[in-house]
């Protein structure tokens, strides 16, 4: 099977700063890979280099297809879509609002905003219970799960989630990755990014370990959860 994505030698770089520095990975078609690593390691660069908000070089491919020869609309028209580390919610906008700005990019096609409006109340009744709510009354794993459902609103077929988990209790992470499986149940295909890495390699099939810019080790996220480099480091114990 060819990647769905497929990365290869990527550099990007903060003019003379070189944030990522030859990584290379891949994603197939309805898997979920994780990208784990500390503060500062590239995890967000990364991302914003395969949605095409930053410039890089290297290999970039979805479905075949150069991704440099692609702007960011073209990406999104691919069924790209980024959900920020900050969210990005609109505070004084209602959720349902916040959610009906998700299908942007569909907003013509009103039975397709109908249905997915829907598909996403379904998946979060949180959501649907506080639709006439104003964004910014929510607590932090509603605010998550209203980024992400904004992002379904588009129709994705790759989801680029930056850390979901940052700064939510355990618990609430727990359900937020939970639902991220669900999706890619659902057949979204998922990068994500994450400095929880034992929660990212039990939600994930694969994962790759960015230190400095540079994919330090890959694997299957079964087998990294046991590696003994990886528990030292990012799991916090031998
Ligand atoms: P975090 O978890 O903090 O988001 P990260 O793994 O996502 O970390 P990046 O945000 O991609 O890491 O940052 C990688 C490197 O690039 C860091 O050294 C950072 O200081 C640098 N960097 C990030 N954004 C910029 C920018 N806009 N201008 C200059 N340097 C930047």
Known sequence: MSAMLEVADLHVGYGKVEAVRGV????DKGRIVTVIGPNGAGKTTLLGAAMGLLPSRGVLRFEGADLHELGVEDRVERGFCLVPERRELFGEMTVGDNLILGAYSRRKDGAFVKSALDGVFDRFPRLAERRRQRADTLSGGERQMLAIGRALMAGPRLLLLDE???GLAPLIVRDILRIVATLRDAGVSILLVEQNARAALETADYGYVLETGEIALHGAASDLLNDP???????GGA
């Open 24 to 27: 290379s990975l891949t994603l």
């Open 164 to 166: 979901p988990s940052l």
């Open 229 to 235: 480099r990886v528990m030292a480091t990012y799991l």
